[in-house]
């Protein structure tokens, strides 16, 4: 019996030494899991924040060429009332699984500014279906949409530790007389 106390002391070091060293994978394996879940839910929220944007992107770009046809926006290829209808219903048809998915993973930060800014892009649209011909209101609309879409952007930066992008907009020409 005192050869196995004699060892004694050594079994139960190889035991302690495996329970540690079971415990040590067992806390990486959690905490590789945990960072690779934290990408894969950051990249598909970059993923629906892109989607969104785009689908309000496409709204944006068909009122700015029905403002053309009015007279209150330097589009070069404007769209009459009859032709933009059709296309912003699709738009908006399209952009509606995006807001849902931003609703589900985007953050709070995130949806709001989302939401400010979606209620400026109706706003233009309602601008455009009372058929008003005035491009000084029309540019001070231009401008906060402007500046929804930056706060957006900005939001979207701040929840996934982006670096910060180009804030200077970009300038449009005016329009050429006679073209």
Request: aromatic share 8%; net charge neutral; charged share 25%.
């Amino acid at each position: 019996m005192s050869a196995f106390i004699q060892q004694l002391p050594a079994l139960i070091g190889v035991v302690i030494g495996a329970l540690g060293s079971y415990l040590a994978i067992v806390r990486g394996d959690r905490a590789r899991f945990r960072r690779e879940r934290a990408v894969r839910w950051e990249e598909r929220r970059l993923a629906v924040y892109a989607d969104y944007a785009q689908c309000l992107k496409k709204t944006i770009t068909l009122t700015y060429r029905a403002a053309a046809h009015l007279g209150n926006d330097p589009h070069p290829h404007p769209l009459s009332a009859e032709e933009a209808a059709p296309l912003l219903a699709e738009a908006a048809d399209a952009g509606d699984p995006a807001g849902e998915a931003l609703l589900l993973l985007g953050t709070p930060a995130v949806v709001a500014k989302a939401r400010a800014w979606v209620v400026i892009v109706m706003d233009m649209e309602r601008f455009l279906n009372e058929g008003t011909r005035d491009p000084e209101a029309w540019q001070a609309l231009l401008e906060r949409q402007r500046l929804g879409r930056e706060a957006y952007y900005s939001a979207v930066r701040d929840d996934l530790a982006l670096p910060s992008g180009n804030p200077a907009p970009w300038q449009v020409p005016p329009p050429r007389p006679g073209i």
